[in-house]
């Protein structure tokens, strides 16, 4: 080959590795705040966002770092060269508090963990709480069992009221429900009425903020009603009858506060043998009682409930920073539809609430002896099928 034709394909390779060198490190198309927007989206991330986070995530921004591997671990995308925790301690390292609850929250919740792997868990969430992060105060609470506490905290006292307490300062009803649910079980093995208390005030403070189940909660410890919490309950302003609370809870569309309005008000009819004796004074005394109708239009949804959407917990926060949220349990059905069955077959099957109508009757009662496993449905069925 000639020197001039050599000098030109070399000149033609450098050009080419140049150009190649620019498109590595030139500044990608889209900004990080843009690759946050399309990450909270929710929609499959685009070549040009990943591309994007990861030019971003190459440089050591601690936030690209934070997002390349939240957008990882909630995707089916996967960068073989690229470790979610590795970037994820990466940002951590560099002081984002995003990044330091997202490696705990990514860690086993074990009480079998080594020392020190509690110990690193407890570290990172409490450099977090002291700048203020309140994911990370609703975190440590949930992973501070009454064992690490008293082992690792010097004075021995339980830190989790507190903590709750300045996470729910926020504002958010998943905030005060985990509040108020901590003081309730406290509250249960307690004769101390500021547990009671604190549980009403964060409940209805959930209530208030949108969520059903604040409501939901007031109405059980309305219903239980116990003598050492009536003084707390009075102090508190709120209405004591349960029924207003499930009413509102189930107004809300919460399936498990309509089954608890409707089996509260219709509590004499889960017992076939005292029906059956006093059915004509039953019949009159409830078509008295202005709560039948919902009862019965509320055991109706409770008898055969719409499955709740199974739904990943929702992050928080800014949710392209945060993976997921500590959030409050549900309250379980439990026997409530078998229950709800059974009731109203003994009510079809006497005309109570409900027209007379043995066939219907059968229909809830096979319904709650099959399904649900109720003995007493199938000695009713039993006793109707007898000559």
Known sequence: MPKRQLLAAVLVLLSLGAFAAYVALRPPSMTLEETRTAILSGAPLEEEVWDALRYYADRD???AQNNLAVALLRSDTVLPEVSPMALLEAASVSGLPAARYNRVILSPKDRDLAADQIDLQINLLQQNIEVGDRPSMRLLSDRLTPNTWRERLPDGTDPRSELLAQAATDGTANAHLLRAQYNWRQARGSDDPAFVTTALTAYHAAFEAGDARGAEGIGHIMRLNRPEHRAAIHASGLSPDPLVWFARAGDMGLVTARCSYGLLVMDDFTEFQ???????LLTILMSNNPNVPRAISDLQACANPAPRPQTPNPPFGDPALYLSEVRPTWTSLANSPGWANQTLGILSLYGIGL????????????TAAEPHGFSSAADILQSLSAP
């Open 61 to 63: 921004d601690p936030v």
């Open 274 to 280: 005292a029906v059956r004796a006093n059915a004509a």
């Open 355 to 366: 027209p007379r109508d043995e066939d219907a009757a059968r229909r809830y009662l096979t």
